[in-house]
């Protein structure tokens, strides 16, 4: 008796007429796939150098940048890869990067760090509406109810607004990688790290201290 040739790639060309075997092998490729994750992610922000000219730093140093400036705020593994990853919607996605990186984050994110990813270009606009016509520079009002806003305003204020500095001493990428794998190797989803309601203080003065020394 032979063993049945093995699967390279279903028959089907309507999802309408797939087999459970032939879903069963698409599952696990997909499966493998969502492993690498991060090493594509980790791909696209050396991308962001390609993306935006004008300022004194690239996208992917802005980047780097303000997930520096978290680390040295003493701040969590959540917050740290949510601040590197912020902006990596750029390229594909201008006018709603912000929901294009939370969209990536959450499922394995704390929901207060989505959602701040996820409207951080609301709050953005505080320092730079009033140059520009047709911007609202107090559009982050709108969520002032929100139990998460004040975590914005910081995060704002402290890593992404501020980093944009040459001269600012900023880790590299590598750096991060550790981080980047070890988030996006969590299980989707799972309760315990989308922490709904939850709220972690960007900043951790006794951590800080300690990742200092």
């Known amino acids: 008796m032979t063993d049945a040739p093995k699967m390279n790639k279903v028959d089907f060309t309507q ?67 949510s601040a590197l990853l912020h902006d990596i919607g750029d390229i594909y996605a201008p006018y709603n990067h912000d929901e294009y990186a939370a969209t990536i984050l959450k499922p394995f994110v704390r929901e207060q760090c989505k959602w701040v990813v996820e409207t951080h270009g609301d709050f953005q606009m505080v320092y730079y509406g009033h140059h520009l016509d047709g911007f609202d520079q107090n559009k982050r009002e709108r969520h002032r109810d929100h139990p998460y806003f004040e975590d914005n305003v910081v995060f704002c204020e402290r890593w ?38 939850v709220r972690v203080p960007l900043i951790n003065a006794d951590v800080a201290a300690t990742r200092a020394s």
């Open 15 to 81: 999802m309408k007429d797939g087999t459970k075997e032939e879903y069963e092998f698409l599952n696990a490729l997909e499966i493998d796939h969502t492993k690498h994750t991060a090493d594509r992610l980790l791909k696209a922000l050396v991308d962001l150098d390609e993306s935006l000219s004008g300022y004194q730093i690239t996208r992917l140093g802005h980047s780097l940048q303000s997930a520096t400036r978290a680390w040295n705020d003493g701040a969590d593994i959540d917050w740290v890869v």
């Open 160 to 197: 992404d607004q501020a980093s944009f500095d040459p001269d600012y001493e900023t880790k590299p990428i590598e750096f991060f990688a550790p981080m980047v794998r070890e988030v996006f190797d969590r299980p989707a989803y799972d309760p315990d790290i989308i922490n709904a309601g």
